[in-house]
C-alpha cells in the first residue's frame, strides 16, 4: 500500500498542501442529504454537490493547486490543456485569477455551454475533430512554440492532489458530524477525482469502501482493475457523459485506484437521464449527464445502499439548458 | 421596537427553541456563494438555499415547529391547512413525521408536482376553485366536524418563530465566517419568513436592513408598508409566483414588518423567469418562480449589490418540470 517506487503518488500532506492553497478561491462544497433519497434507497446518502464548484465541477481543485505551483518563468509563457470542457473552464478560470495566458483543445462537439464558458473565462479556445485529429498533435505546437506547461487533466500528482481535497472535505464532515461512511462512489473518467479520494480517504477513513462508477461503453477503470493492467474502451464507443470519455485509465491513477478502489460500476445512458430528472425535480439539483453516474448507481440499484451510510459525488453541472430540457420533460 | 401590547410576536427566545425542536428533522441550508454572480452584481451575495430544505421549501421549519407544539389531545384530532402548495407539503411531511393526520385545501390550479407531493406525504388533499369558492369555508367544515386544529401559513407566532431559524442559521454562518451582512432579501408572500428573518436579525445582527421581495401585482407589503395598513392586492391580479400569492400581509406579520423592515420590492414575471434561467444555468440550482424574486431583484437591478453583502433568501424549488424546461430554453 506504500506505492514502492513510485515517487509520484501525492502524499496526504499533498492534499492538506492543496487545501490550503485553494481554500481562498475554491468552494467548501455542501455535503447535502435530501429524505426523499434516503427514503428511496433505504439508506443514508451524502451528497458532495461539486456543481456548486467554482465553474461548476471539481475540476477547478486541481488545476488551481496545479497552476499556483508554476514558477514565475513558467507563469510567464502559459498553460495548454485539452478537455472536453470541465478541465477546460477549471483550468482557465484558475489561469484568469493567477494571470496566466491560456489555451485550450476542445473537441468541437464539447457543450456549447463549456465552451462558451472557457472563452468567457479567458482562455484562448482551440477546437478540433476528436474523430479526425490528434489533440495531442495540436497542443503539442502550442507547448513548443510558446514553451508553455501543459496541464493534463487528471495524470498529474498535483491534480490528483487537488482533487484529494474534496475527499478532504468529505471525511472531514463526516467527522464533524459523527458519520461513519461505509462507501463512497465516485464519478470516475481518468481516475483523477477517484484517487484523490481515495488517498484522502486512505488516511482519514480507511474502512470507507470507494467505487469508481463509469458510464457503459467506458468502463475502462472497472475492466483494468479486473485483468490488473490498463485496457483500452472500444474506438466506437458513444455515451450521453461527455465529461467522461477518455480512452483509458490513467498510468498514475490506474496505479492509485488499482491499490485503493473496492470496484467499480456501470450506469446506462438511460439511468443517468433518470438520475438527473431525479436531481432537478426532488434534489433541486442541476447535475449534468458525467456528474450524474454515482446518483444513476444508486436510483438503478447497482450499488445498495440499504442501511449503509454512502457518500456520491455530484462532480458537475455544466450541461447545455436544451438538453437538460429535454430530460426534464422526456423522463 | 417591543411590539407594546402584543404578547403574539415571538421572542428571539422563541426561534432558538424552534431551532432546536426542527434540527433532527429539517436540513441546516448552506449559505452558498458563486463567484460569476458575485461578478454580475459587483457585491458579495450569500445564498440561503432554501430549495434544499425538506419538502423543498423554508416551509418545513414553521409547520414542524408548529405541529411539534399541539398536545396529545390536537394531534389526535388532526391538523387542515390551506395552501397553494409550500406550505402543503410543509405540513404534510410534519403531520406524517409526527403521526398526525392531515388535511389539505389547495386550489386546483397549483402546480402539479406541489398537488403529487402534498398526497405523497400521506395528506388527504381538497381541490377548490380560486375563483369561486372560500377556501375558508371548506377548511372550516373539516374544523368544525373533526375538531382539527388550523395551521396557518404565515400569522402565527410558532410558524413565525420556526421561520426564524432561517434568519438564525444565516447570522451564525456569517458570524463563524466573519461577515458583516448588509442587507437581507427575502422572498414574500403573507409575510412570515420575512418577519421571522427580521426578528432573527434585530437581535443576531442589527445592522442588517430586510427588505421584502415581492412579484409585481402583489406588492401588497410594499404598499401596507407606505400606507401605514395593511391592503388588499386587486382581485385580477396575476403572477407566476404561485408561492407568493396571498391577497394582503398577514395581520401579525405586518406588525412585525412594518416596526422592522427597511423597505419593500417588487419584480416583474420575465424578470423573474430570467433569474430563475440564471440560477439552472449558472448556479446549477432549480429555484421555483417564488423563489427566485430576491435573485431577481439582484439581477435586474431593483437593488444595488454594489460593494455590499446581501443574503437572499432561494425559499423553494417546487416548480413543474414542463414549466423549468421552459424558461430554461425560452430565456
Same sequence: chains 1, 2.
Avoid: W
Wanted: net charge negative; proline share 5%.
Amino acid at each position: 500500500m506504500n506505492f514502492p517506487g513510485n515517487t509520484q503518488v501525492p502524499s496526504f500532506a499533498d492534499i492538506e498542501a492543496a487545501s490550503q492553497r485553494i481554500a481562498p478561491r475554491a468552494v467548501r462544497t455542501p455535503l447535502l442529504e435530501n429524505a426523499y433519497l434516503n427514503e428511496a434507497v433505504n439508506g443514508r446518502v451524502l451528497l458532495k454537490a461539486e456543481t456548486l464548484q467554482r465553474t461548476g465541477s471539481f475540476k477547478f481543485r486541481g488545476a488551481f493547486n496545479r497552476l499556483s505551483l508554476l514558477d514565475d518563468s513558467q507563469k510567464a509563457k502559459g498553460v495548454v490543456a485539452y478537455s472536453s470542457g470541465n478541465h477546460a473552464q477549471g483550468v482557465a478560470a484558475a489561469a484568469k485569477i493567477l494571470g496566466i495566458e491560456c489555451t485550450i483543445i476542445m473537441p468541437n462537439d464539447a457543450p456549447s455551454l463549456k465552451i462558451a464558458n472557457t472563452r468567457n473565462y479567458g482562455a484562448e479556445v482551440v477546437l478540433y475533430d476528436r474523430k479526425t485529429e490528434s489533440r495531442e498533435a495540436i497542443a503539442s505546437k502550442f507547448l513548443d512554440d510558446r514553451g508553455a506547461t501543459l496541464i493534463r487533466p487528471f495524470d498529474d500528482p498535483q491534480i490528483i492532489a487537488g482533487q484529494g481535497t474534496c475527499g478532504l472535505e468529505i471525511f472531514e464532515e463526516a467527522n464533524e458530524r459523527d458519520m461513519a461512511i461505509n462507501a463512497v462512489l465516485v464519478c470516475c473518467g481518468g481516475g483523477g477525482l477517484t484517487a484523490g479520494i481515495a488517498l484522502a480517504a486512505r488516511e482519514m477513513s480507511p474502512a470507507s469502501q470507494i467505487y469508481a462508477v463509469e458510464p457503459k461503453g467506458f468502463e475502462d477503470t472497472a475492466r483494468s482493475l479486473a485483468a490488473g493492467k490498463r485496457l483500452e474502451n472500444a474506438p466506437d464507443a458513444a455515451s450521453i457523459c461527455d465529461a467522461l470519455l477518455t480512452p483509458s485509465p490513467g498510468e498514475l491513477t490506474f496505479q492509485i485506484n488499482q491499490q485503493l478502489l473496492s470496484g467499480a460500476l456501470a450506469v446506462s445512458d438511460e439511468q443517468v437521464r433518470e438520475a438527473m430528472a431525479f436531481a432537478m425535480r426532488n434534489l433541486k439539483l442541476v447535475v449534468e449527464p458525467g456528474g450524474a453516474v454515482c446518483l444513476a448507481a444508486l436510483l438503478a440499484g447497482q450499488f445498495d445502499a440499504a442501511d449503509k451510510t454512502v457518500a456520491i459525488t455530484l462532480s458537475g453541472g455544466n450541461a447545455d439548458p436544451a438538453f437538460l430540457a429535454d430530460v426534464m420533460t422526456a423522463t
